[in-house]
């Protein structure tokens, strides 16, 4: 009776190392493909920055992000300037044309 219960011990133990080992190599799969997938994606990244690069460089002569970012801002400049310009020009057309009417008028 007494080897019947170890028996029985031994054989639900078993039972639970292999469904345990189930589960491990079930994970071991999906982290295998996360893995796969993340390599995949980093190298599309990768990729996609190259041709970014590429593209900076045709365009702006440059690709470094610092480089970029202090061209941006000067052109950020000329447009508030050339905006500035522009909207004075504006004003004096109608300023102008305020002033031929009312001599229009007199």
Same mark, same amino acid.
């Given at each position: +009776? ?7 011990? #031994? ?6 190392? @292999?469904? #345990? ?21 980093? %190298? ?6 190259? @041709?970014?690069?590429? &593209? %900076?460089?045709? #365009?702006?002569? +440059?690709?470094?992000? @610092?480089?970029? *970012?202090?061209?941006?801002? @000067?052109? &950020? %400049?000329?447009? #508030? &300037? ?5 909207? *004075? ?5 109608? *300023? ?11």
């Amino acid at each position: +009776m007494k080897n019947q219960q170890n028996n029985a011990r #031994e054989n639900g133990g078993d039972a639970a190392l @292999e469904r #345990e080992l189930a589960g491990l190599k079930a994970e071991y799969e999906r982290l295998r493909d996360e893995k796969v997938r993340a390599e995949q994606d980093l %190298a599309n990244l990768k990729n996609q920055l190259a @041709e970014l690069e590429q &593209r %900076a460089k045709a #365009e702006y002569g +440059m690709a470094d992000p @610092e480089g970029l *970012e202090k061209l941006l801002a @000067e052109k &950020r %400049a000329e447009n #508030e &300037r050339l905006v500035t310009a522009y909207r *004075e020009h504006i004003q004096g057309v109608k *300023e102008g044309l305020d002033a031929v009417e009312k001599s229009f008028q007199e």
